[in-house]
């Protein structure tokens, strides 16, 4: 399948993910809600697809959708940041636009979503959440510490 459908930016990308989201609730009152647990429903919507599908082309465009939502729910819920790829990234990862990490790391959701569709549950959109780091979480200080520094665990 053609995995660039259209050109993306990732300047584009947050508005494209709400405004997929906000029609998409309301129109199948599908809780996506940009939630970790909402990309088991993304998993559940594409194996959907994948059964009903005839030809591919047919469900690039929601594929599209659903791989920005992935993406979007990266950016607000580990601090993942939206980039267009270069030619060589884009040609490897077959998409022009993914999220990368404060950790430096380049992630493919729309990727992702496409391989769910391609390939079946051994991919999946939730997992590929599971793996990327978040944001690290402040300890307290121990008592009587008078440093000011905070502790971070990953």
């Known amino acids: 399948m053609d995995r660039v459908s259209r050109m993306l930016r990732a300047a584009d ?3 494209y993910a709400s ?3 906000s029609r998409a ?3 199948t009152r599908l809780p996506l809600d940009f939630s970790a647990a909402s990309l088991r429903i993304v998993d559940r919507v594409v194996d959907g697809l994948r059964q009903g599908a ?6 690039a465009p929601i594929l599209q959708e659903l791989g ?5 729910v990266l950016v607000r819920q580990a601090r993942a940041r939206w ?3 270069d030619g060589m990234t884009s040609e490897l990862l077959q998409q022009t ?3 990368r990490t404060p950790d430096g790391r380049a992630w493919n959701p729309l990727g992702k979503v496409v391989n769910r569709f391609e390939l079946g549950a051994d991919e999946s959109a939730h997992e590929l959440f599971l793996l990327v780091p ?4 402040r300890l307290p200080l121990p008592r009587g510490t008078a440093d000011s520094r905070r502790l971070t665990a990953a």
């Open 134 to 137: 978040r944001r690290p979480k």
């Open 83 to 85: 980039v267009d790829f």
């Open 13 to 15: 990308m947050s508005r």
């Open 19 to 21: 405004t997929f989201a």
């Open 68 to 72: 920005a939502y992935v993406g979007e």
């Open 25 to 27: 609730s309301a129109k």
């Open 97 to 99: 636009v993914g999220v």
């Open 54 to 59: 005839g030809d591919p082309v047919d469900v």
